[in-house]
């Protein structure tokens, strides 16, 4: 049996897709490290580590901030779970797939969800989030801060200011934005903030960062009865990681190693450096797909750095091209799905990913597999992103 099933060997990725993202070698190097008990204290010190680390890059001071186990969908359904209640107003501002997911958990919830709707890749006006906030007068308002699944930003500030007014808590899905661009959770009053390990901060997929602001914990502390969720019940959470250490479940102690190193490697590059290094190889990147004559789905001024959407040309079929990107190149990138399928490419350039070096590997691979699906460059995406970067110091 083991002649057929031998040792793992897997192959080597470029991962340029909308996560996960290339690791970073140090954090394989933390996750060789010998594990030690999900209650022995030198696991809670990773875990107060990891707390303080997650601060600086949410931005914040919330005392309640920790690692779910599970991926970004289990710190989603940790943020539902927890403040959606039955019968209770749940707001959601839906302009992308993640935003239906929030919809379908706080739905089974049993929340009465209300939705503002805008085309996939549209943002919310600070107008429009306010008027319709103000006038559904809502328990919970939330709202995706990076649309992974169309490559556009939604500001919170607005959406903060005016839930605030009528005493809603705002959930925030930063789960593709931290660690790739600003999130500033304390500035901008978001007061439940989730995310994940393998997109912005270049960590193995399994675990969801969470931070919770002491007014949320305070309705979560007032709330009646217990959430319907048992595992993600975030008060037990609290009595496991920060309060007495009772046991809740075995925390994935070499995931937290992992993450514990990947927030060190942010912090040391600093966050201001590595969100301008995100912007700089987005717009070095989008130069050259304009160049080779392609558009971008999302206006200009809210595209996210960490996630590309050029529209596929007419007539081109995206997958072939992504087909020949992976079998050719060993890089991986996306396409659309839902409203978007086979309307634009999906190019993550997160994390360790997002490298002067990929954005170019990239182009020259696409302008090869478009050019292979018959596709004729308006000119060449290499030479653009190079005479863009040379024109832009790093
Ligand atoms: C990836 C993603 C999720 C889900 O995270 P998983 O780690 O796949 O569970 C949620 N929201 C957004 C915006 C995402 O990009």
């Known amino acids: 049996m083991l002649d057929e099933i031998g040792s793992l060997c897997p192959p080597r990725r470029i991962l340029l897709g909308p996560g996960p993202s290339n690791v970073e070698p140090r954090v394989y190097e933390a996750m060789r490290t010998p594990i030690v008990g999900h209650l022995d204290p030198y696991f809670f010190e990773v875990a107060e580590d990891v707390r303080k680390l997650l601060q600086v890059v949410f931005g914040t001071k919330n005392q309640f901030t920790v690692a779910i186990s599970g991926t970004g969908s289990a710190g989603m359904e940790a943020a539902v779970a927890n403040f959606a209640e039955p019968g209770e107003k749940f707001a959601i501002l839906a302009n992308g797939y993640f935003c239906d997911r929030i919809t379908e958990m706080a739905r089974r919830y049993g929340a009465e969800v209300v939705r503002l709707e805008k085309p996939w890749g549209q943002p919310f006006s600070d107008d429009e989030a306010s008027s319709f906030i103000l006038r559904e007068r809502p328990k919970v308002v939330a709202f995706v801060h990076a649309e992974t699944s169309t490559g556009a930003r939604q500001d919170g500030a607005a959406i903060c200011r005016a839930a605030h007014e009528v005493g809603a808590l705002v959930i ?223």
């Open 172 to 394: 925030a899905d930063c789960v593709t934005s931290l660690g790739g661009m600003p999130v500033e959770v304390d500035a901008t009053g978001i007061d439940i903030a989730y995310s994940c390990t393998q997109k912005g901060l270049s960590c193995p997929p399994g675990l969801a960062p969470l931070t919770v602001s002491d007014r949320a914990m305070g309705v979560l502390r007032a709330r009646q009865g217990v959430p319907r969720t048992w595992y993600l019940d975030l008060k037990m959470l609290d009595d496991y990681y920060q309060g007495a250490h009772r046991y809740h479940h075995t925390a994935p102690i070499t995931m937290f190693y992992a993450l514990r190193e990947a927030l060190r490697v942010v912090v040391e590059e600093g966050l201001e450096a590595r969100w301008q290094r995100h912007r700089r190889n987005h717009l070095g990147l989008v130069a050259g797909l304009e160049a080779m004559g392609l558009t971008m789905h999302v206006a200009e001024p809210y595209r996210l750095w960490m996630l590309n959407t050029p529209c596929v040309p007419e007539g081109i079929d995206d997958a072939r091209v992504r087909r020949r990107l992976i079998e050719s190149h060993g890089i991986e990138i996306f396409g659309g799905f839902g409203p978007l399928a086979g309307k634009v490419f999906r190019i993550g350039l997160m994390g360790a990913s997002s490298t002067q070096e990929n954005v170019l590997l990239l182009l020259e691979a696409l302008e090869g597999a478009m050019r292979a699906e018959g596709y004729k460059p308006a000119g060449s995406g290499v030479e653009a992103a190079e005479s863009f970067f040379a024109a832009h110091a790093a």
